[in-house]
């Protein structure tokens, strides 16, 4: 799995942005060496003009360009990347006085043709930075064209997600009511309601909704898609080993499908050593491959057909607890073995930190899609409908709304569905005002297709994002959640078709029942209509 690498580079981005000579029409003039390396102006065949950093000693030896940035301002930046050999991570790295180095997006850059680096920085305070370019192997030469930085002020990101949210999530619908005959039914009054939405927006649950009705019509008033926070994981369902108990799990289940809610499966097993059943951590390697094989079979199988997703190795970039243990191919196995107990559920790889944080470069796009790229080439995976889990447990501080969208469209490359899997912010003075900005990122980026948030009542142990305290009132985070769920629906209208019979309205994407009002015997028709994406007419016959 890997970007679009092209023989020439496009152009840059905004035309630069508040880069200087971006595209390298004026020679190096406003580039200078960073460390220890030197620079030199290229030209390709076609003329195309770019710039190579080498005799680099240093993983930051590179060129580099000083820019001022704006405090309070989002950066988006792209630059298109060659090397002189093989492949290599290249990285943007901003570096900022009296603050870490940040790393502002990678690409996996190969020798023979340009990639895009795409990524950003938000400026916390006014300041100078200058820009890097990252490659450890400091044999490589690295090629630049094309650099851009854009700023957008906050204002200016929610109006751009605003355009795509009504671009992806809506569909302009233009409508004939007739009679039966196909006679035009002449102004008509129309009544719209929308039931349900296409998009999944939806909610961790966990144990203390089996005995809280508080809780429950708080969850099912508002919610259709949920996952299980602790309930379907190994050390809830087998803490003593050959004890299984999924008592706890079934219950949910059956609230879950009594109230119309799907559920994501989390998780079949966990990498990580710290979050396995007690009794597994001193396995033998046999004594584990029989467990961990029993574990799979027994959950998979009893849920089979119930869930619309399941993550199948929780965090396997970050840790490698089977692996170590069983092989270098046990993730693809237990991939593989999911496959063929319940072939209609799409499998997830789950990770943090792939949109929360640029520096972990375990888990950035160009390890996730190798991850994911070995797992479903293991031989019987081809078949497999495989999903990309990103977690979002974002920390403090505004969220870096740039570097996100530039990971989500790279991992959309893929042509898989991106899911944020357990989203939410840690405890802080404007942690409404960050989780309505990535909740928002989510929503509009074409290639997200559900959003599940890790977060709830207090009453319930959710101390990182609370949406109701204890007498089920409002948090600000909770607000913030109840008005996207009003707002991405479509409010209940009434309008009249005109002289022919025609209306014409802009819907968000689900299921609506529309009641058609007789003009001549004022007797109302009720029917059920789905609008998506590719819905631009509907005839009604009334």
Same mark, same amino acid.
């Given at each position: 799995m890997s970007n679009q690498c092209l023989v020439e580079p496009k152009t840059a981005q /905004?035309?630069?942005?508040? #880069? *200087?000579?971006?595209?390298?029409?004026?020679?190096?003039?406003?580039?200078?060496?960073?460390g220890q390396g030197a620079m030199k102006e290229e030209m390709s065949r076609n003329g195309n003009r770019f710039i190579v950093a080498y005799n680099r000693t240093q993983s930051l030896d590179s060129i580099s360009q000083k820019v001022q940035l704006g405090g309070g301002l989002i950066y988006s930046f792209s630059a298109w990347i060659q090397i002189n050999k093989g492949?290599?991570?290249?990285?943007?790295?901003?570096? #900022? !006085?009296?603050?870490?180095?940040?790393?502002?997006g990678r690409v996996l850059a190969r020798n023979g043709c340009w990639s895009l680096?795409?990524?950003?920085? $938000?400026?916390?305070?006014? @300041?100078? %930075?200058? #820009?890097?370019?990252? @490659?450890?192997?400091t044999a490589t030469e690295i090629w630049v064209d094309s650099v851009s930085l854009q700023p957008f002020t906050l204002e200016q990101w929610r109006a751009q997600q605003d355009e795509k949210i009504d671009k992806e999530r809506k569909s302009k619908v233009r409508f004939k009511v007739t009679y039966g005959n196909g006679t035009a039914m002449d102004? *008509?009054?129309?009544? #719209?309601?929308?039931?349900? @939405?296409? $998009?999944?927006?939806?909610?961790?649950?966990? $144990?203390?909704?089996?005995?809280? &009705?508080?809780?429950?019509?708080?969850f099912a008033s508002r919610f259709k898609y949920t996952t299980f926070t602790n309930q379907?994981?190994?050390? @809830?369902?087998e803490p003593k080993q050959g004890q299984e108990n999924y008592?706890?799990? /079934?219950?949910?289940?059956?609230?879950?499908?009594?109230?119309g809610i799907s559920i994501r499966g989390h998780n079949i097993l966990w990498d990580d050593p710290k979050y396995q059943p007690?009794?597994?951590?001193?396995? &033998?390697? /046999?004594?584990?491959?029989?467990?961990? *094989?029993?574990?799979?079979?027994?959950?998979?199988?009893?849920?089979?057909?119930?869930?619309?997703?399941?993550?199948?190795?929780?965090?396997?970039?970050?840790?490698?607890?089977?692996?170590?243990?069983?092989?270098?191919?046990?993730?693809? =196995?237990?991939?593989? =073995? %999911?496959?063929?107990?319940? !072939?209609?559920? &799409?499998?997830?790889l789950n990770e943090f930190n792939t949109i929360e944080y640029s520096n972990d470069e375990d888990v950035d796009p160009i390890s996730y899609m190798k991850k994911l790229g070995a797992i479903l080439s293991y031989p019987g995976n081809q078949g497999i409908l495989a999903g990309i889990g990103l977690e979002g447990h974002f920390g403090v501080g505004q969220p870096n709304l740039a570097y996100m969208r530039s990971v989500l469209d790279i991992l959309s490359s893929t042509g898989l569905p991106l899911w944020l899997t357990e989203v939410d912010v840690v405890k802080e003075p404007n942690q409404a005002e960050y989780l309505e900005q990535i909740l928002r990122e989510g929503y509009c980026h074409h290639a997200v297709k559900g959003i599940i948030m890790f977060?709830? !009542?207090?009453?319930?142990?959710?101390?990182?994002?609370?949406?109701?305290?204890?007498?089920?009132?409002? &948090?600000?985070?909770?607000?913030?959640?109840?008005?996207l769920i009003d707002e991405w629906r479509t409010k209940p209208t009434e309008t009249k078709a005109d002289g022919e019979g025609y209306f014409e309205m802009s819907l968000f994407l689900g299921d609506y029942n529309i009641t058609i009002k007789n003009p001549v015997t004022n007797c109302s028709t009720t029917l059920s209509y789905r609008v998506t994406k590719g819905t631009t007419f509907i005839h009604i016959i009334a």
């Open positions: /905004d035309g630069g942005g508040i #880069i *200087a000579n971006p595209d390298f029409t004026h020679g190096m003039e406003g580039w200078a060496v960073h492949s290599e991570r290249v990285a943007v790295v901003f570096k #900022i !006085p009296h603050t870490e180095l940040v790393i502002g680096l795409k990524g950003g920085i $938000f400026a916390n305070f006014t @300041s100078h %930075a200058d #820009i890097l370019f990252e @490659s450890n192997n102004s *008509a009054t129309v009544s #719209i309601k929308q039931t349900r @939405s296409e $998009f999944p927006f939806g909610c961790g649950m966990n $144990f203390h909704i089996i005995d809280s &009705t508080d809780y429950q019509n708080w379907m994981k190994w050390y @809830s369902n008592t706890v799990a /079934d219950t949910m289940v059956k609230f879950a499908q009594k109230n007690e009794w597994v951590k001193n396995l &033998t390697s /046999d004594e584990l491959r029989k467990a961990a *094989a029993k574990r799979v079979d027994s959950v998979v199988s009893r849920y089979a057909g119930q869930l619309i997703a399941w993550d199948v190795i929780n965090e396997n970039l970050h840790f490698s607890f089977f692996e170590d243990k069983l092989g270098k191919n046990a993730s693809s =196995r237990y991939f593989k =073995r %999911a496959y063929e107990l319940d !072939p209609k559920t &799409t499998m997830f977060a709830g !009542p207090a009453t319930a142990g959710f101390n990182a994002t609370t949406l109701v305290d204890k007498d089920f009132k409002n &948090t600000p985070s909770g607000d913030v959640v109840d008005k």
